[in-house]
């Protein structure tokens, strides 16, 4: 697979480490192998699958420590996972053609990770925190507000879990 000179095998052991990487499903290799043949033959293919935005932070012997970030449209969200070794299919990367590093991982443990519930959260700017900082003008009469409503929300639902970081909120639910 990837018999292109130009495209760089990285084995587990040898992601490359703190920089953007993407994480696909390994359903997507043969076609993905196809674009970038595409590429090199200038045939202007269009992309190919899905990816999940990711940054590989330590390899051990049996998983990798990934910074998952479920959004980047308009902020960076971490949330640290294991791959494990046994769900990692390759990686590969063509720096030439501005591909960045590719882990292929196995199609259910991708897909179980865009279903657990506790990696969803939502992003709320509920009071304006981002307009308000930028301005100078954050009170902390609006930061009493909101947390007071989600304790309130919170409160009349005993299996929701609710964390505020400012205007950001991860919701848990059991």
């Given at each position: ?27 997507w290799?043969p076609a993905y ?15 190919v699958?899905?990816i ?9 012997d ?13 902020r ?12 990692f ?10 591909e ?12 179980d ?8 959260f ?24 909101l ?5 309130s ?12 970081f400012?205007?950001s ?6």
């Amino acid at each position: 697979m990837f018999s292109r000179q130009e495209i760089n095998h990285y084995e587990f052991e040898n992601v490359p480490l703190n920089q953007d990487i993407f994480l696909m499903q390994e359903k997507w290799l043969p076609a993905y192998e196809q674009y970038i043949e595409d590429v090199y033959l200038r045939k202007n293919p269009n992309p190919v699958g899905y990816i999940s935005y990711a940054a590989v932070n330590s390899i051990s012997d049996d998983h990798l420590e990934i910074s998952w970030y479920p959004n980047v449209l308009d902020r960076f969200h971490e949330v640290v996972i294991r791959l494990p070794r046994s769900e990692f299919v390759c990686c590969f990367a063509c720096r030439d053609i501005d591909e960045k590093p590719r882990i292929f991982v196995s199609n259910n443990w991708i897909e179980d990770l865009h279903r657990r519930p506790y990696s969803a959260f939502a992003l709320v700017d509920a009071i304006g925190v981002k307009k308000a900082l930028n301005a100078g003008d954050l009170k902390e009469s609006k930061l009493l507000s909101l947390r007071n409503a989600l304790d309130s929300i919170a409160e009349s639902n005993p299996g929701i879990a609710m964390f505020s970081f400012a205007d950001s909120v991860l919701v848990k639910i059991d």
